[in-house]
């Protein structure tokens, strides 16, 4: 079992930067496939970005490329997601998520952590 716990949300404004942490925990890791995915109020939960463990090999949804960078600690086994220029549209619950491939949806991922909260607003 891999368990997944999320920190880093808060309250910013459009404009600000944050990072969010996904410290990652449990049976041994091996070579998973690491994302974050979003949902916010109403809306379905979608793809940000996504990482191999080992390799390294990012992935990241349009609409965050070139503001977002997902990276991780491999000695420390944390994942981190930076947001630079946050827009009100970034506002969500962000999850960290953890499974065997890289997929835009989130059936593809098997562990979940609790969810952290963005919000952009001025």
């Known amino acids: 079992q891999v368990q997944l716990a999320e920190s880093g949300g808060g309250l910013v404004q459009p404009g600000d930067s944050l990072r969010l942490s996904c410290a990652v925990s449990?049976?041994?890791?091996?070579?998973?496939?690491m994302a974050w995915l979003r949902q916010a109020p109403g809306k379905e939960r979608e793809f940000v970005a996504a990482i191999w463990w080992i390799a390294g090999n990012t992935y990241y949804a349009d609409s965050v490329k070139g503001r977002f960078t997902i990276s991780r600690d491999y000695a420390n086994n944390t994942m981190y997601l930076q947001m630079n220029n946050l827009k009100p549209e970034d506002t969500a619950t962000y999850y960290c998520?953890?499974?065997?491939?890289?997929?835009?949806?989130?059936?593809?991922?098997?562990?979940w952590g609790q969810g952290t909260q963005v919000t952009v607003s001025s």
């Open positions: 998520a953890a499974g065997y491939r890289i997929a835009s949806g989130s059936s593809g991922y098997t562990y």
């Open positions: 449990g049976r041994t890791f091996s070579n998973y496939a």
